[in-house]
Nanobody, 122 residues
Framework: VQLQAFGGGLVHSGGSLRLSCEAS????????MGWFRQAPGKERKFVAG????????SYLDSVKGRFTISRDNAKNTVYLQMISLKPEDTAVYYC????????????????WGQGTLVTVSS
């Protein structure tokens, strides 16, 4: 199983980025997917999730209206579109998967990928 996240980088405050996470070794369409982030010296935190069937999404309150999670089962990929980025969004972003998961903040994500660093300058 491999979850490969990419798309991070350095962006100015107010800018946008789109993260991608490509899965291999799993039947992607059966997995709820999530994005988490971990800022320096802080705990990893749930950011966004999408149910295995794409029927529902969940977001951290502070990113609602700015971040959008989506999935493309044909490409085995989950995306996180981020707009109006703020310095406090700076973190390493990770994607995660749970078989038949609903993608909620309390989901039992048990497959994790390597992170991609997002840095937002003020």
């Amino acid at each position: 199983v491999q979850l490969q996240a990419f798309g991070g980088g350095l962006v100015h405050s107010g800018g946008s980025l789109r993260l991608s996470c490509e899965a291999s070794g799993i039947t992607f369409r059966r997995y709820g997917m999530g994005w988490f982030r971990q800022a320096p010296g802080k705990e990893r935190k749930f950011v966004a999730g999408i149910a295995w069937n794409g029927g529902s999404t969940s977001y951290l309150d502070s990113v609602k209206g700015r971040f959008t999670i989506s999935r493309d089962n044909a490409k085995n990929t989950v995306y996180l579109q981020m707009i109006s980025l703020k310095p406090e969004d700076t973190a390493v972003y990770y994607c995660a998967a749970e078989l038949y998961g609903l993608g909620t903040r309390n989901a039992d994500f048990n497959k994790w990928g390597q992170g991609t660093l997002v840095t937002v300058s003020s």
